[in-house]
């Protein structure tokens, strides 16, 4: 039997015969005081401006307390993000780290001159970024460093950029519109900086002047193109678009006079290219000589696989149960294709959306998730073509209850109260009471995790399709749900 098919009977088993029958006295009553409720609150004539799916059970009793459209395919958006945490947890365990490598194709002499390329290898590390320190470039400054230490001070070839452990499918299933922004980054296995360019906007010296335009990390790739303006009137057009064939990044629009400043993201057409950039001039200001070019592996100038040689420095990722506190915490979309492919790579099926979305599924049929209403096409819920009912995500909610990484699943949502993107809830629900994760797409807005009740620990999934009314209506018909959650 394979080892993969003993897990997932492991797994159901502890999923599904775990949960005792307990029913108290009384409990039968409880029950229909909460679905009065909720009936209540769904009937209200703001809430028929949606499709619901909802679904609430009880953790201790493994009850459906509650249902609504409770088996209907829904758009969940980031709702997605928990089958992608929670398959990651399973397959890859919450103490998986990611290597990122630096090879040399040459030979390094006596004089401290490396004769050949320099190749930094990426194999889907989310983390080459400012989420875990002020400055994004920390780890290729590490790097650097190091190579400096063995007495590296020269590179004569070319710094490539490897992303190859990935397929080099970059752009998900995925709308076209969202195509340059900052949430729709590129997934390679060599990230860096959330794979974006930050553009910093502030006003010129005075009205009509141009304005003063910055990017950070300071790099050469992207080339930034200022076309953008100071204006007396007090309002802010300021636009980033792609320019030529991607190499350039064109700031627009005007930035009123008093304002201080304005930030904006813009997504790399090659996060490997990008990566190699900035390593190659992190390089040069620890003071390595670099004579060559920068490169991303697959380039007309290299299309050679990674050498075989032991690397000249590695450096190990946080732990995948600090990874999945980003991507359902802060709901980051990057964070979540990357685990994606890292799945699809780490089961046999491939390093790439496919590979990925196919080993997510089997674990979430595994958990319990209902097959006629679960489609996965991404890892961060932003295709609309995700299809997932509110049973099938409280099915799964309820297996991370009753498994070994309960307590790391939990830590990794969201919580009412700490923190901000369930910042209109913290007036409804009393603080660390509703632990979950947040989902939000054109016409869809979404809540599932755990509710903290007075009596009980409950597993609810709150999902709206279909939105014709303002988003913020929506989210508190949400909370006013989530609130009867945390009385029963």
């Known amino acids: 039997?394979?080892?993969?098919?003993?897990?997932?009977?492991?797994?159901?088993?502890?999923?599904?015969?775990?949960?005792?029958?307990?029913?108290?006295?009384?409990?039968?009553?409880?029950?229909?005081?909460?679905?009065?409720?909720?009936?209540?609150?769904?009937?209200?004539?703001?809430?028929?401006?949606?499709?619901?799916?909802?679904?609430?059970?009880?953790?201790?009793?493994g009850e459906t307390l509650y249902q609504h459209n409770a088996h209907s395919a829904m758009i969940p958006a980031s709702n997605m993000k928990l089958f992608t945490t929670a398959a990651a947890l399973y397959y890859l365990g919450p103490g998986f780290t990611i290597m990122t490598s630096v090879y040399a194709d040459g030979p390094l002499n006596s004089d401290g001159i490396l004769n050949g390329n320099l190749i930094l290898y990426g194999r889907g590390d989310p983390n080459i970024s400012g989420r875990f320190s002020d400055n994004p470039a920390s780890i290729l400054e590490e790097i650097a460093e190091s190579l400096k230490?063995?007495?590296?001070?020269?590179?004569?070839?070319?710094?490539?950029?490897?992303?190859?452990?990935?397929?080099?499918?970059?752009?998900?299933?995925?709308r076209k519109d969202h195509a340059n922004r900052w949430y729709a980054a590129r997934v390679s296995a060599l990230?860096?900086?959330?794979?974006?360019?930050?553009?910093y906007v502030t006003p010129g010296t005075s009205p009509g002047k141009k304005a003063r335009v910055s990017q950070s990390p300071c790099a050469s790739y992207p080339k930034v193109i200022n076309k953008a303006s100071t204006t007396s009137r007090k309002s802010n057009s300021v636009w980033i678009s792609p320019g030529g064939d991607g190499s350039a990044v064109i700031v627009g629009g005007k930035i009123w006079s008093r304002r201080k400043a304005e930030v904006l993201y813009f997504p790399v057409e090659s996060p490997a290219l990008y990566a190699a950039t900035v390593f190659k001039e992190t390089?040069?200001?620890?003071?390595?000589?670099?004579?060559?070019?920068?490169?991303?592996?697959?380039?007309?100038?290299?299309?050679?696989?990674?050498?075989?040689?032991?690397?000249?420095?590695?450096?190990?990722?946080?732990?995948?149960?600090?990874?999945?506190?980003?991507?359902?915490?802060?709901?980051q979309n990057l964070h979540a294709e990357l685990l994606l492919k890292q799945v699809g790579r780490q089961t046999g099926k491939g390093g790439s959306f496919s590979g990925g979305a196919q080993a997510v599924y089997e674990f979430a049929r595994m958990a319990g998730a209902d097959p006629r209403s679960t489609t996965i096409s991404d890892g961060s819920g932003l295709s609309d073509l995700n299809r997932a009912s509110a049973h099938?995500?409280?099915?799964?909610?309820?297996?991370?209850?009753?498994?070994?990484?309960?307590?790391?699943?939990?830590?990794?949502?969201?919580?009412?109260?700490?923190?901000?993107?369930?910042?209109?809830l913290a007036g409804t629900v009393p603080k660390g009471r509703i632990l979950a994760k947040t989902g939000s797409l054109?016409?869809?807005?979404?809540?599932?995790?755990?509710?903290?009740?007075?009596?009980?620990?409950?597993?609810?999934?709150?999902i709206a399709n279909d939105v014709t009314t303002d988003t913020y209506t929506v989210k508190q018909i949400r909370n006013r749900i989530c609130?009867?959650?945390?009385r029963y």
């Open 149 to 174: 230490s063995r007495g590296i001070k020269e590179i004569r070839g070319n710094i490539i950029g490897d992303d190859s452990y990935f397929d080099s499918q970059y752009y998900g299933p995925w």
């Open 1 to 61: 039997m394979r080892r993969s098919t003993i897990h997932g009977i492991i797994l159901w088993l502890l999923c599904v015969l775990s949960v005792p029958p307990v029913f108290a006295a009384g409990q039968t009553s409880k029950k229909a005081s909460l679905a009065n409720r909720i009936n209540s609150i769904l009937s209200d004539e703001k809430a028929q401006k949606c499709t619901w799916s909802v679904e609430v059970v009880s953790l201790r009793t």
């Open 442 to 462: 054109k016409d869809v807005v979404a809540l599932s995790g755990y509710a903290i009740g007075e009596s009980e620990d409950l597993a609810f999934s709150i």
């Open 191 to 199: 990230s860096f900086n959330d794979n974006c360019v930050d553009i």
């Open 483 to 486: 609130r009867e959650l945390v």
């Open 283 to 331: 390089l040069e200001k620890t003071g390595i000589r670099v004579s060559g070019k920068v490169y991303p592996l697959g380039d007309a100038h290299v299309t050679a696989v990674p050498p075989i040689t032991p690397p000249l420095y590695e450096h190990e990722s946080l732990p995948l149960f600090e990874i999945i506190k980003v991507v359902n915490k802060r709901s």
């Open 392 to 424: 099938s995500i409280v099915q799964l909610l309820k297996c991370m209850n009753t498994n070994g990484w309960h307590d790391t699943f939990r830590e990794s949502l969201a919580v009412v109260g700490i923190d901000s993107n369930l910042r209109t």
